[in-house]
């Protein structure tokens, strides 16, 4: 069965330094990878996804995620990091091997917290 | 409508009463999700309908939880004699098409307050 981990229930993190918040997978077959935020008292927003090609994806409001497949792993980063990206970050994963069906299944969350 | 609407987005229920949530997809939207979110809580998978396919319904916690899917399109999620543990943020998703590679949009939710 599919699954994700997101490590860590919170990141603190400095404004202007560089964020990490980490996700690992567990597949049959290819995955496809996708991070979301949610926003306080906000439904969830899309913010970039992996399918095939360049390993580094860049997504909204200057994000990107890495996917390294040896560490089934698909963490997202961020440069230089803002107040306003304090939220709840959500990474998610479906597949589409072996007949089973498509759905979409996330982490636990990570709350982002940046500091000024 | 241009996104994912979900009603009503607030519901306080005494113990034991039905509850039903709607959800209207993104017109043309073939692929329709609900999941739980608790307080503290990560997304819950409950169900998933795809297309004309039977949907997927593993994630349904009891069979007090039931979903249906009317002309491809509106969906109603029923709580059947809720219970205390069932309050939650309720959300709806949809995407474009049953390929893998499309994400989900979400609506703001439906707040279920049991008490």
């Known amino acids: 069965a599919q699954s994700v981990a997101q490590p860590e229930d919170q990141v603190n993190v400095a404004e202007g330094n560089p964020l990490t918040v980490k996700c690992t997978y567990s597949?049959?077959?290819?995955?496809?990878l996708f991070w979301y935020v949610q926003y306080p008292n906000r439904g969830l927003q899309f913010l970039l996804k992996y399918i095939t090609g360049d390993n580094l994806v860049k997504g909204s409001y200057g994000f990107e995620a890495e996917f390294n497949k040896s560490q089934t792993s698909f963490h997202l980063k961020k440069p230089s990091a803002l107040v306003s990206d304090s939220a709840l970050y959500f990474c998610a994963v479906r597949t589409n091997y072996g007949g089973a069906t498509n759905k979409l299944i996330f982490g636990t969350g990570t709350l982002l917290a940046v500091q000024p | 409508g241009a996104g994912v609407s979900q009603s009503p987005s607030n519901k306080v229920t005494e113990k034991g009463k039905d509850v039903e949530l709607r959800c209207d997809p993104i017109s043309g939207h073939t692929a329709l999700y609900w999941y739980r979110q608790s307080l503290g809580q990560g997304l819950e998978f409950l169900i998933y309908f795809q297309g004309n396919s039977a949907p997927d319904k593993s994630g349904l916690p009891s069979d007090r939880f039931s979903a249906e899917r009317t002309g491809g399109s509106v969906s109603t999620l029923t709580i059947q004699r809720t219970q205390q543990e069932d309050s939650a943020v309720y959300l709806c998703?949809?995407?474009?098409?049953?390929?893998?590679?499309?994400?989900?949009?979400f609506g703001q939710g439906t707040r279920l307050t049991v008490v």
């Open positions: 597949v049959s077959g290819n995955p496809y």
């Open positions: 998703a949809s995407s474009p098409q049953t390929g893998t590679n499309t994400e989900a949009f």
